[in-house]
């Protein structure tokens, strides 16, 4: 089983529309979870912290479950800016400068 | 824009060429990593610098150098390389290791290499 788990996708839906990513993690011992936002050949950027509470910017609402280990990211009134890969990352403990990322969700916001 | 700082941002080289990607950070960050990324993949950790040392080297083969001249400096020498190299390089940094609460990477535009 991979460490961090997402599903690749894509995720195609219309403009306006309302998804969810969910990601799953292994080790119970984690300690912090990203949700960052990759364009096609550029470089990951953070898109927002997930914290226990869970957390809303915006348009995005970021939720952690601890007990099932899973983060999710929802997106409402999707906009075509927000076509991009999604990138589910976890600091896995105390033992180092290891964040562990998920393969990526790829989202495609149509017209 | 993003504040770390790649150069070059392309770079096409032969097996035996010699060359070096460079990235700069002054937001006073004391880890920088090296990342390789390639296509539909999710970035591998390659090096970890933690207050100037090297503290993570991902079993790379020898022919990925880097080197750490300063807080602010991050160089990745590359020699001898094979066309499956080919791939973007990520340089990254937070402020202190990763392994405290909240840190974050702040991640540079990437150099995009292809070996021939």
């Known amino acids: 089983r991979k460490e961090v788990e997402q599903d690749p996708g894509p995720f195609n839906v219309p403009e306006g529309a309302t998804v969810a990513f969910n990601c799953t993690y292994s080790?119970?011992?984690?300690?912090?979870f990203f949700w960052y936002r990759q364009d096609c050949r550029k470089e990951p950027k953070l898109l927002m912290s997930?914290?226990?509470s869970g957390n809303e910017d915006g348009r995005f609402t970021a939720q952690l479950n601890r007990a099932s280990q899973y983060i999710s990211l929802l997106i409402r009134d999707s906009k075509l800016s927000d076509s991009a890969t999604y990138l589910c990352?976890?600091?896995?403990?105390?033992?180092?400068?290891?964040?562990?990322f998920g393969g990526g969700t790829r989202l495609m916001v149509k017209p | 824009d993003t504040e770390v700082t790649q150069t070059p941002k392309h770079l096409v080289m032969g097996m035996t060429n010699k060359k070096s990607l460079k990235c700069e950070q002054h937001?006073?960050?004391?880890?920088m990593y090296w990342y390789k990324q390639k296509a539909k993949k999710p970035p591998e950790l390659m090096f970890v610098?933690?207050?100037?040392?090297?503290?993570i080297n991902e079993s790379v083969p020898s022919r990925f150098s880097p080197e750490c001249p300063n807080s602010s400096l991050l160089n990745l020498h590359l020699h001898a390389l094979q066309p499956e190299d080919s791939a973007l390089y990520l340089c990254?940094?937070?402020?202190?290791?990763?392994?405290?609460?909240?840190?974050?990477?702040?991640f540079g535009s990437g150099t995009q290499l292809s070996v021939l």
């Open positions: 990254a940094s937070s402020q202190v290791v990763l392994a405290l609460p909240k840190q974050k990477l702040f």
């Open positions: 080790n119970s011992a984690s300690q912090s």
């Open positions: 997930v914290y226990s």
């Open positions: 990352v976890v600091t896995p403990d105390n033992a180092g400068n290891m964040l562990t």
């Open positions: 937001m006073g960050h004391r880890a």
């Open positions: 610098y933690s207050y100037e040392k090297l503290s």
